[in-house]
């Protein structure tokens, strides 16, 4: 099915699903890799229960969910994750922000890109203040991630959310707008530090 293209990154496209999409999605949600470090998915989702869960939550009039699909290479077309801002205050300039991507496409530098891009729109169009991002300290992936973003280390919840049978701390993260680099300075440092 062909989507309409959002933003257009270097090598992604990030367009908004569409209900063919859920799928792929429910798919995602459910991976065990994928859902071990993220709260809201540590249910099974149908695909009723998320048409009626996620569905209307990501997808709604305060987010901005956004699938990413490669344009060349192994995976292009195909979506191979999500980047969002969910939910966005417009009054308080305020966003947070959510990332998955399919275990198939992980390591190739996808969630960088993505989230630069999505950050930029967020940051420039939206006329975000303020970004947060919410992560499970064992998930060093997505620690790293916020690091490489230009996020600041907030605070930590001690022992907040329970996964793989232990409680963890929960790590919170924060990047205001005037703190954010731009989506070419964060690839050109990334390029350079690989």
Known sequence: MSRPTFIQCDRLELKPPEDDDIEFLREGVNHPKVRQYISLFSTPYTEERYRDELWPREHG???????????????????????????????????????????????????????????????????????????????????????????????????????NGEYVDVERYGLLADEWEGTSEVLNLEEVTQ
Request: hydrophobic share 40%; with cysteine.
């Open 61 to 163: 009039g305060d987010s901005v969910s956004l699938l990413v699909i490669p344009n060349d290479g192994d995976f292009s077309g195909e979506p191979i994750g999500s980047v969002q801002l969910a939910p966005v205050i417009h009054t308080d300039g305020y966003a947070n922000f959510g990332v998955w991507f399919h275990p198939k496409a992980w390591g190739e530098g996808y969630a960088l890109e993505a989230s630069a891009h999505l950050f930029e729109y967020g940051f420039q169009d939206l006329r975000l203040h303020r970004i947060s991002a919410t992560v499970m300290a064992p998930n060093e992936d997505s620690t790293s991630l916020c690091e490489r973003l230009g996020f600041v280390h907030e605070g930590t919840a001690r022992q907040a959310q329970f996964v």
